[in-house]
């Protein structure tokens, strides 16, 4: 038990998330449509959102991040996952979450089905094309089917995905935010190229999508939007500008992530002055310690 | 000395408040592994035990539990080094990695050896240290003869059986030392293996001897002679005590257990305790039993609880406002909090070391000597 809840991670508000930004993702806000990502599903009482993780991220957390899901390990376990866009709030992730309110970690080959990971979320490294789910409970399977994505040949229009085409592979998107805007316009250009007719946006997606999530009641009924599970999903509008400001934020975060965490460590003078103060308590109960237990023993020989 | 009051008179404290102020030190720290706090209530333990331990040979076992503890701490490193969890950034240690098959999936050997991961892991072996320190602590402090002394009526029986146990071990070197002894006067020195069962016999049967002679010496003094009890009454008691003990059996589990509902947890276990309570009171009073001088229990044992239950209930409050103080920041690593309530509740457990009366001072040498209790009996 102890060790699925340690493989377990979080994944979560989706919905929220899904609604303000996340939604907007370029051509994440649904399963992916080609092997040239990692689908994840995050699914909890807050409901399922579908999203793709694009390129080869190293392993299953580094999918969540670029995916645009903001994380909170488990303190003193930190390959642990606690929360995924801030969700549970109840739990201070200081000990390992309960093995009935815990994200358990599923992943699953293109088209296959659901296996809980015998291996940490940080240990995991999906290959392009499968998929990774998260779901809040007591480690039941993601209540969505797992993607299944054909070879990186869309079904949109053939000029398109190969200007589109090399952004899956920059897995280095850390390294892309700022300068190659121009790439990062790319792929929202391919999802604004449907809005004008964003029926047939819809409709190319839906033979990706629908198979893969069909059998969730939420999910399966929109599958016009690329957010199938949020009805809210005035993404499908997501159209030059949202999207470009949500992959830059996603992008953000991920570049962020890495540097600022050690950065915010760094920032001495109250971690100093703790360590001084902490060391000034040890040193002198080790003191009184010792004056104890010398007077003691002079006392003794004394008798 | 520091007492607002005129010195008290030296005494040994009750033994039973020691224990209970070693738990709740030792319940206060099992939360924790902030290396400030865990520190803080190893040498508030140290403080104590230095001032008011007493002059029995237990008394000195402190250290050894300190050992046990560091032995504890290099375990768990060496541990983590095998099969640990590393994470976090500098590598200290390049090591090969060496991954299990699939059936052992999600375990992997060796590896790079990285100082936040180490970090974790030290501070868990601290914690455990520490409570394992506490516990040492109140081993020195309180004498255990008096403590089983101090057992209710119903639970005399065990405790006579657990104190000849416990007089076993010095006896057997008593004897050991004897039959050599004699063995020299007669001109036997045969040492070494071939020696064994030449002393082994002699010895095995002065323990017998000795043990037929307390059998006596026992039952001249009464022990084991038990009132006369009706049948009810006795059926009663039997149910109590089993009753009380399945339902603390139960009522852990559901404790311990989250998915079990909710009735099972606290209630039973209270309405668990509260029957073994009741059957031991029935148990009490078919045993016929007076107490030769009972320890008392006065203000300074009241203080003592009550300070190893401040440092236990001052974590707690900690505990429930801001958890992450109580530990170390290791995903990015950081310097621990300095949680101010925590360390205060803290050192508030160091007070039984000034405000408690002094030990006893040691008896003179020739009747410091334990003597095992049979020699004094002679049929």
Redesign the interface.
Known sequence: ML?RRL?SLAAATAVGAAALTGAAAPAQAAACSSTSGVTVVVQSSNGTSVRCASGDPGSAWGALQSAGFSLT?V?????ALCRIDGFPKSD????MP???AYWSFWHAPNGGSWTYS???I??WDPKPGSSVGFRFG?GTAPGTQPATVSAPKPTTAAPRPTTAAPKPTPRRATTAPNTPRSTTQAPSGRTTAPPATSGAAGATRAPNAAPGTTPTPGAASPTASPTPSTPSSASPSATGEPSASASESSSDAVAAGPTD??S??GSGGS??A??L??GA??AG??S??AF??LR?RQA?TS? | MAGPLTPPLPRAVHPAAWWLWAIGLAVAVSTVTNPFLLLTALSVAALVVLSRRGSSPWARSFRLYLWLGGFIVGVRAVLHVLVGLKFGEPVILPLPEVSLPSWAAGINLLGDVRLDGLVGALTEGLRLAVMIACIGAANSLANPKRLLRSLPGALSEIGSAVVVTISVAPQLAESVQRVMRARALRGDTARGIRAVPRVALPVLEDTLDRSLMLASAMDSRGYGRRREVAPGRRALTAACTLGGLLASAVGTYGVLDATTPGWMGLPVLAAGVALSLLGIWLGGAANARTTYRPDPWRAAEWLTVGCGAAAAVAVQLVRRSDAAALGVPLDPLGVPALPLLALAGLLVAALPAFLTPEPPPPAPRSVARPRPVATEVHP
Do not use: E, H, M, Y
């Open positions: 060790l493989l390990a303190q003193r376990f930190p390959d201070p992730c200081v000990n309960p093995a009935s015998q291996i940490g940080k240990g007591s965490g050690r915010s460590d971690g100093t703790r360590l103060g902490g308590l040890l109960l080790a009184a310690v104890v237990g003691r003794q008798v």
